[in-house]
C-alpha cells in the first residue's frame, strides 16, 4: 500500500515558539491532504484540507492564522503552529489522497506535540 | 450532511470469542464507509472498506463489516478475538471521492485472556 510519512513524530516545545510538522507521500502524488488532530481518548477532527498550489481550506472553528498549512509540492505539505499553547498539545494526524484508484486516504502516523 | 454513530465507547470480550463493534451511519448519498484500528500511540491502519461493490467487505486480520442501507449500519465483526485485536477502533464514512471523511468517536476494544 501508500506510505505517507510524518515528521518529527515526537516535539515538546516551549510556550510562544512555532512547530513545523512535515507530511510527506513517498511513492504518489498528492494534489490533495488533510490535517487532524486528536486529542486524548477522542476521535480525529478534520482541521483543514491541504490542496498543492492554492490555499487550505479550514474547518469551521480552526484559525487559519494560528495553524499554517503549506503544500508546495505533490508530495509535501506542512503544518506550522504559530505561537504555540499547551492547549495545542495534541496528536497531530495527517493523510494524503491518492488520485484514481479509488481516492483512498492514507494517514500517516502521526506527530505528538506537547507544549509547555 | 454526513456522520457516524459508533454506539459503543468500550467493548470488552475474552480471547477466543466473537467481536462485534457497532456503527450507524447517516448520510444523503451513497457513502464509501471504512473501518481503521488504532493501536496506542500509532498510526492509523485500514482494516476494511466498503465502495458500493460487495455488501460484505472482508478485510485484514480476520475482520469483517456488513453494510446494510436498510438499517444505515456498517457493524465490524470477527469470530473469535486475539489479544493482539485490543486497540482503539475507528468506524469513518465519506462521499465516493473521499475528499470529506468524518470519524465516529471510537470505539476502545478490550480483549481479556
Known amino acids: 500500500g501508500a506510505v505517507v510519512s510524518q515528521h518529527p513524530s515526537r516535539v515538546i516545545c516551549k510556550s510562544g515558539t512555532s512547530v513545523k510538522i512535515e507530511c510527506r507521500s513517498l511513492d504518489f502524488q498528492a494534489t490533495t491532504m488533510f490535517w487532524y488532530r486528536q486529542f486524548p481518548k477522542q476521535s480525529l477532527m478534520l482541521m483543514a484540507t491541504?490542496?498543492?498550489?492554492?490555499?487550505?481550506?479550514?474547518e469551521q472553528g480552526v484559525e487559519k492564522d494560528k495553524f499554517l498549512i503549506n503544500h508546495a509540492s505533490l508530495t509535501l505539505s506542512t503544518l506550522t503552529v504559530t505561537s504555540a499553547h499547551p492547549e495545542d498539545s495534541s496528536f497531530y494526524i495527517c493523510s494524503a489522497r491518492r488520485p484514481r484508484r479509488g481516492n483512498e486516504q492514507f494517514f500517516g502516523p502521526g506527530t505528538r506535540l506537547t507544549v509547555l | 450532511a454526513q456522520s457516524v454513530t459508533q454506539l459503543d465507547s468500550h467493548v470488552s470480550v475474552s480471547e477466543g470469542t466473537p467481536v462485534l463493534l457497532r456503527c450507524n451511519y447517516s448520510s444523503s448519498y451513497s457513502p464509501s464507509l471504512f473501518w481503521y484500528v488504532q493501536h496506542p500511540n500509532k498510526g492509523l491502519q485500514l482494516l476494511l472498506k466498503y465502495t458500493s461493490a460487495a455488501t460484505l467487505v472482508k478485510g485484514i486480520n480476520g475482520f469483517e463489516a456488513e453494510f446494510k442501507k436498510s438499517e444505515t449500519s456498517f457493524h465490524l465483526t470477527k469470530p473469535s478475538a486475539h489479544m493482539s485485536d485490543a486497540a482503539e477502533y475507528f468506524c469513518?464514512?465519506?462521499?465516493?471521492?473521499?475528499?470529506?471523511?468524518?470519524f465516529g468517536a471510537g470505539t476502545r476494544l478490550t480483549v481479556k485472556p
Open positions: 491541504s490542496n498543492e498550489g492554492s490555499k487550505a481550506t479550514y
Open positions: 469513518v464514512v465519506s462521499p465516493y471521492n473521499n475528499n470529506d471523511m468524518r
